[in-house]
């Protein structure tokens, strides 16, 4: 087992809790990763809220007053086993360098994505989930809401068998498990065989584990694709997360992304970044092409019944499954 990391918490900050949520990203997404941190912080569940990424980043008064905080690690051994065009962002990085920096510190983090907004449920209950004996927890990727028994493209370039393939933008991560499994090591060895040409902390995470993960229910990390957006209202998630290009700041999202949400982060922003690029209209409702309409509405008649049948797996937001099974 390798000696754990050591993180640098912001000046003045201290865990209170045993558990935190955790949102990733460098300096450049601070201010779009403040529209999570901040309603996670109002709603005043038991975990701490925390902004981590690879250097320490001074918070802006808004963020410390509302008790959150700013962790920094980074994982040397792990970086040097990293190809060279992944170092541009190793804030991607994030739940593998915090997951071996925390022990000690969380017993439990919830390390989340910047393009994600945070709309009800209680991450304390979620963190406090039967994990099934796992040292990660986490959703499975959209490739394989409707047809499970896809076999990724990662796994097929690794000449692997189809395993459940889950994505990295929402991570729940048992840090004494993650240690006790080598999973800081194991990740080393990984990236240095076979994660060139083959993604990033994703790929590198799913490559470890091979399907040996707990599965959380989609409401928290409900990936907002064409494939999925009309079913949103019904499904009420906990946290969506925007993949893709279409994020919700940008004007690429209008007529894509509702309003609402694309407002949750114009106000952050306008309110507490006004030197950052603002979300452009972000009260004015704009409408879909009808083409783009028509096309996704036909692919959620198309995937109706498998997306039910995957929604029902699970009886409540809060029980995990093995995705085995």
Same mark, same amino acid.
Request: net charge positive; with cysteine.
């Given at each position: @087992?390798?000696?754990?990391?050591?993180?640098?918490?912001?000046?003045?900050?201290?865990?209170?809790?045993?558990?935190?949520?955790?949102?990733?990203?460098?300096?450049?997404?601070?201010?779009?990763?403040?529209?999570?941190?901040l309603? @996670?912080?109002?709603?005043?569940?038991?975990?701490?809220?925390?902004?981590?990424?690879?250097?320490?980043?001074?918070?802006?008064?808004?963020?410390?007053a509302?008790?959150?905080g700013?962790?920094?690690?980074?994982?040397?051994?792990?970086?040097?086993?990293?190809?060279?065009?992944?170092? =541009?962002?190793?804030?991607?990085?994030?739940?593998? &360098?915090?997951?071996?920096?925390?022990?000690?510190?969380?017993?439990?983090?919830?390390?989340?994505?910047?393009?994600?907004?945070?709309?009800?449920?209680?991450?304390a209950?979620?963190?406090?989930?039967?994990?099934?004996?796992?040292?990660?927890?986490?959703?499975?990727?959209?490739?394989?809401?409707?047809t499970?028994?896809?076999?990724? =493209?990662?796994?097929?370039?690794?000449?692997?068998?189809?395993?459940?393939?889950?994505?990295?933008g929402?991570?729940?991560?048992?840090?004494?498990?993650f240690?006790?499994q080598?999973?800081?090591?194991?990740?080393?060895?990984?990236?240095?065989?076979?994660?060139?040409?083959?993604? =990033?902390?994703?790929?590198?995470?799913?490559?470890?584990?091979?399907?040996?993960w707990?599965?959380?229910?989609?409401?928290w990390?409900?990936?907002?694709?064409t494939?999925?957006?009309?079913?949103?209202? @019904?499904?009420?998630?906990?946290?969506i997360? &925007?993949?893709?290009?279409?994020k919700?700041?940008?004007?690429?999202?209008q007529?894509?992304?509702?309003?609402?949400?694309?407002?949750?982060?114009?106000r952050?922003?306008?309110?507490?970044?006004p030197?950052?690029?603002?979300?452009?209209?972000?009260g004015?409702?704009?409408?879909p092409?009808?083409?783009?309409?028509?096309?996704?509405?036909?692919?959620?008649?198309?995937?109706?019944?498998p @997306?039910?049948?995957?929604?029902n =797996? &699970?009886?409540?937001?809060?029980t995990?499954?093995?995705?085995?099974s």
């Amino acid at each position: @087992m390798r000696m754990p990391l050591t993180p640098i918490f912001s000046p003045g900050f201290a865990p209170r809790h045993s558990t935190a949520v955790i949102v990733a990203c460098d300096a450049n997404y601070l201010p779009y990763a403040a529209t999570p941190a901040l309603a @996670m912080a109002a709603a005043g569940h038991a975990h701490d809220v925390l902004i981590g990424g690879p250097e320490p980043v001074a918070l802006p008064p808004v963020l410390t007053a509302a008790g959150i905080g700013h962790v920094a690690a980074r994982d040397d051994a792990l970086l040097d086993a990293l190809p060279l065009d992944a170092r =541009r962002s190793l804030a991607t990085y994030m739940e593998l &360098f915090l997951g071996h920096a925390l022990l000690g510190h969380y017993r439990r983090i919830l390390v989340i994505d910047a393009d994600i907004l945070y709309e009800r449920g209680d991450p304390a209950r979620l963190l406090n989930a039967d994990m099934l004996g796992r040292a990660v927890a986490a959703v499975r990727d959209n490739r394989q809401w409707r047809t499970p028994g896809r076999k990724t =493209r990662e796994f097929q370039k690794l000449g692997e068998p189809a395993h459940p393939y889950f994505n990295a933008g929402v991570v729940m991560i048992d840090t004494q498990a993650f240690a006790a499994q080598n999973l800081p090591a194991r990740a080393a060895d990984f990236a240095r065989s076979h994660l060139a040409g083959l993604g =990033r902390d994703q790929a590198l995470m799913n490559g470890i584990l091979k399907g040996d993960w707990a599965e959380i229910s989609p409401l928290w990390n409900w990936q907002f694709t064409t494939a999925s957006a009309h079913l949103t209202s @019904m499904a009420d998630p906990c946290l969506i997360h &925007f993949i893709g290009t279409r994020k919700p700041w940008l004007d690429s999202a209008q007529g894509v992304v509702p309003m609402r949400m694309r407002d949750a982060f114009g106000r952050v922003l306008a309110q507490h970044f006004p030197a950052t690029p603002q979300v452009a209209q972000s009260g004015r409702r704009h409408w879909p092409e009808p083409g783009a309409l028509r096309a996704a509405l036909f692919r959620q008649w198309r995937a109706a019944g498998p @997306m039910i049948r995957y929604l029902n =797996r &699970f009886p409540d937001p809060y029980t995990l499954l093995d995705p085995r099974s």
